[in-house]
């Protein structure tokens, strides 16, 4: 497990290959059903994630696993799912730097469900920031 104050460069990583995804997804799409080349891409980071994990000897035993944990963790399956389809389809009907921009709205709702469900509560400065990102999707959207 990284340590509590290496997230901020996970996050970082995690842009760059959300950006590159997003990048090499718009290309792949030519000629392909949405709907297919999200089968596609999910195929791949099934057996590579599977290879990881068993590789680094990470498995755990599915059974021992509590129930709300699975729950929990199917439904944002099905969400990350629904993501992907509505994300694949919005690339290959649009440009990528628009396209991308928007799913980040995400940024805005995480903010608002985090507040609302989790409990946690960013500062003022934080907010403002989740505004200009709001503010950067409603500038986008004005001129589609």
């Known amino acids: 497990m990284p340590a509590s ?13 959300a950006a590159v995804t ?46 709300r944990s699975v729950l929990f963790l199917v439904l944002s399956g099905l969400a990350t799912g629904a993501s992907w389809v509505c994300y694949f389809r919005a690339l290959k009907a649009g440009e990528a730097a628009k396209v991308a921009p928007v799913d980040k709205l995400s940024v805005v709702l995480v903010a608002i469900f985090a507040t609302i469900f989790l409990g946690e509560r960013p500062v003022a400065r934080e907010w403002f920031g989740i505004a200009l990102v709001g503010l950067g999707v409603v500038v986008l959207a004005l001129k589609r």
């Open 5 to 17: 104050g290496d997230w901020f460069w996970w996050a970082v990583f995690s842009a760059v290959f």
């Open 22 to 67: 997003a990048i090499l997804a718009k290309l792949g799409l030519t000629g392909i059903d949405s709907d297919f080349a999200t089968l596609v891409r999910t195929t791949v980071i099934l057996v590579v994630l599977g290879l990881f994990v068993g590789l680094t000897g990470k498995w755990q035993n599915p059974l021992e696993l509590r129930g």
